[in-house]
């Protein structure tokens, strides 16, 4: 198989990861919308609840993402039973750990009243996140499915279950948010609760969908727990943990940027939005590649197959470069038009347009590290990247962001500057690690 095939077959896989990752993000910009008709309190009550949310979710993510490689590892070796036994032991390990996650997300819920919020808005926004800390659960039992079927290749059904989610979730919110079809008016709870049901959805809809399907007969598929197995379990938390801290490390990382632009006020904080929005759509291509990376990468390690590992790690990484460098160059061109979409204060699309510059520079290095990461996970070599992450966005790019934007008085872009350091150092020594790992796998397989 020649690069241009390799190329073809990861996107293959990535396409549909892409979409449902999109389908996913579409859901927040439809609470948003819905929300946002109910005023400003209750969407500034959502924002503050889902960005503490998400930096516990990203636990439970990383997490269940240890399923993928462990699978498409088990599939390259031929060792089908191994893949229903990493499924069930993942399902054991993920609901144990979605029940400690109900209950941080609703300890923090408790803390916002300390935050120095709005009082009005604190209270919303702590009922709401208690609401949604339930749905940890059918969302853990989402993803272990979703990251099983998908280190078999299957990268479609979750695609569709997210697509026809957006619906449900649109007709949850009509009803609950507005009090319609004789329900009453639960306003932010509603959204809260329509959220609930959604992620009930998803998870019963991906499950019934593997345990029924024909596809998965061979791989024993199925709730039948034979023993606890811990030589599975122990693998499961060892990629699992160090995924989901370093998952934590780069969101906190974007999150605290986000809070050190806030400090100097509103239109800087609104442009950092605007360009943060365009790069994470852009950003939601390179996570199909990265999925797709991790998946070809196990499979052809199982298979001991050193050159397809070869070559489907630096296709991957190839594809990421070249799409992210289109995607710079759109935003450079379109510097000045992009914000417009967004808002009509000319100060504001200003700020931002200086950002998009920055962003086409950063662009290429996210992705670079996105994707690398995906080609280590693949390989089940975590916790070096964890360092490394913890280093590159602590140690460097928001003392750097913090140094450039206050004390050198660059403001917003010195900030941004931090930031695409630490990707950068990331990119770098990820790709430095792949190489070093395909030399070390070079020896042992050929």
Known sequence: MNFIEHIKETFKLALPVS???????????VDSIMIGNLGAKYLAASSLA?????????????????????????????????????????????????????????????????????????HLAESYMKILSFSMIPFMLFQTFKQFIEGLGFTKPAMYVNIVANFVNVLGNWILIYGNLGFPRLELDGAGYASLLTRIFIAVALFVYVIKSKYFKEYDASLKFKSINFRIIKKIIGI??????????????????????????????????????????????????????TIRVGFFLGEKNFSGMQKASFSALGMSILLMAVFGMIFIVFRNFLPTIYINDSEVISLASALLIIAAIFQIFDGTQAVGLGILRGMTDVKIPMVISLI???????????????????????????????????????????????????????
């Open 392 to 446: 590159a966005y602590w140690a460097i790019g928001i003392p750097l962001g913090y140094y450039l934007g206050f004390i050198n008085d660059l403001k917003a872009g010195g900030v941004w500057i931090g930031l695409t350091s630490g990707l950068i150092i990331a990119a770098v020594f990820f790709t430095i690690r792949i190489k070093n790992k395909l030399n070390k796998y070079y020896s042992e397989l050929m």
């Open 240 to 293: 699992g943990v160090p995924s989901g801290l370093q998952m934590l490390f780069e969101a906190g990382a974007f999150s605290f940027s986000a809070i050190m632009i806030g400090w100097l006020g509103t239109k800087y904080l609104a442009a950092h939005q605007i360009a943060i929005n365009l790069a994470s759509a852009t950003f939601m291509i390179i996570l199909g590649i990265n999925s797709a990376a």
């Open 50 to 122: 889902n960005s503490l949310l998400i930096l516990i979710l990203v636990l439970g993510i990383g997490l269940s993402i240890a399923i993928t490689p462990l699978v498409a590892i088990a599939s390259g070796s031929k060792n089908n039973d191994e893949c229903g036994i990493v499924l069930r032991q993942g399902l054991l390990v993920n609901m144990i750990f979605s029940i400690l996650l109900v209950v941080l997300s609703y300890s923090t819920a408790e803390l916002i009243v300390y935050l120095k919020q709005p009082e009005e808005v604190a």
């Open 19 to 29: 979409i449902g990752f999109l389908g996913h993000v579409m859901l927040g910009v």
